[in-house]
């Protein structure tokens, strides 16, 4: 077990998205010693509002910005004094690789790679937590495997969980060969507010708000293990603490629904009878690829104390009152509570890289952007 790490300055990217804002508001407010620093380009997935909670905290500053753009990366680094890395920034939903897989290996591999080569050059960084996917395993046939470890076998099977997994070879490599003091998560899949609905919870949830169907993949008997955001989120306090440099984590559960059973806990939650699940559905075409299930193994982490403490129905729950509160916390989301939406989507606030400049520099460090949300325009 490693010595007990204490950060100091903390980068976080892509951290107005989901698990990364939640991280934000946890941590935070938690660790007020602690300063932390969001780096988030702010795109379709991302909500500069998932930082109210702490956006005026003295320990608190978003800058908003590209991993793309290297010279600025490190120019934060050497700035902040950062010591830590948490690498939430990603594209991650599997539909939207129907529609442009090449930005995957941007943002996923390139992205990662620019960013290691920051952290190793900046001599200061003492924890760089890459936040990869259960999904690299490649998944599951049946319901009689016992489950992934950190040692297995890798075989991704969808241009996402590829992206994912080439950028952990790049982590193996910068620690390896260049003593970068990294380690590697990977977990299952992750509920809670503030998730964009995009992914499968937020947008059933947000289609019953409106009693309207909710699209099933094929039969929706493939299954995933599910955790609440806040058990997700206290495993990161755990290993950016008590996390050995150099290892692999698996945060996971043993709890596993299929869709068909995720919908009718839903319906539940709604106070509507989940046999009426034939009315509160439709069943369209399955995704081209469609791993059965990812079981996974998290007995590392346990031993290092962490403790999964949300049950599904808490859970649940939560997570339902939440988006019934804030049905109008995203706009324009029609195009994304549709099948198979990745087609359909552009990646429209994406922010390209800007040139370097000492005028740039200023303006993205003056007082407007400190202890306070970066301006939008």
Not at 223 to 245: C, E, F, Q, W
């Amino acid at each position: 077990m490693a010595t007990a790490y204490t950060p100091k300055n903390v980068l976080v990217t892509g951290g107005a998205g989901f698990i990364g804002s939640n991280f934000v508001v946890h941590m935070a407010q938690k660790y007020p010693q602690y300063n932390f620093v969001i780096f988030d380009k702010l795109d379709f997935v991302s909500n500069i509002n998932n930082l109210n909670e702490v956006a005026h905290n003295e320990n608190f500053k978003f800058i908003r910005g590209n991993i793309a753009e290297a010279d600025f990366v490190s120019h934060i680094l050497k700035e902040e004094n950062i010591d830590t890395i948490i690498h939430f920034a990603a594209q991650t939903h599997v539909d939207n690789t129907f529609g442009n897989s090449f930005s995957f290996t941007t943002n996923n591999v390139v992205g990662t790679h620019k960013m290691l080569e920051a952290a190793k050059n900046s001599g200061q960084i003492q924890r760089f937590v890459y936040v990869s996917s259960d999904e690299v395993y490649g998944g599951s046939k049946d319901d009689d495997v016992s489950g992934f470890s950190d040692q297995s076998i890798l075989q991704p099977r969808n241009p996402y969980s590829a992206t994912k997994g080439a950028a952990e070879f790049l982590v193996h490599a910068y620690n390896r060969s260049f003593k970068l003091p990294t380690i590697i998560t990977r977990s299952s899949n992750v509920y809670g507010p503030k998730q964009y609905p995009e992914k499968l919870i937020p947008k059933f949830i947000l289609l019953m708000a409106q009693n309207k169907p909710c699209p099933i993949y094929g039969k929706g008997l493939d299954k995933r293990n599910y955790m609440y955001v806040d058990d997700v989120i206290s495993a990161y306090d755990t290993l950016i603490h008590n996390g050995t440099p150099g290892d692999t984590y698996n945060i996971g559960t043993d709890f596993c629904l299929s869709t068909i059973e995720v919908t009718e806990s839903l319906l539940k939650a709604f106070q509507r009878d989940p046999s009426d699940i034939d009315q509160a559905v439709k069943y369209v075409e399955e995704r081209p690829f469609e791993d059965y299930r990812y079981p996974i193994i998290s007995d590392k982490l346990t031993a290092i104390g962490w403790k999964q403490q949300v049950g599904w129905e808490e859970g649940i729950q939560r997570t339902v009152d939440w988006y019934v509160k804030h049905k109008h916390y995203w706009f324009a989301v029609e195009n994304v509570l549709v099948p198979h939406p990745g087609a359909n989507l552009r990646d429209s606030a994406y922010i390209p890289p800007v040139e370097l400049t000492p005028n740039n520099l200023k303006r993205r460090f003056s007082s407007n952007s400190t202890n306070k949300p970066f301006p939008l325009n």
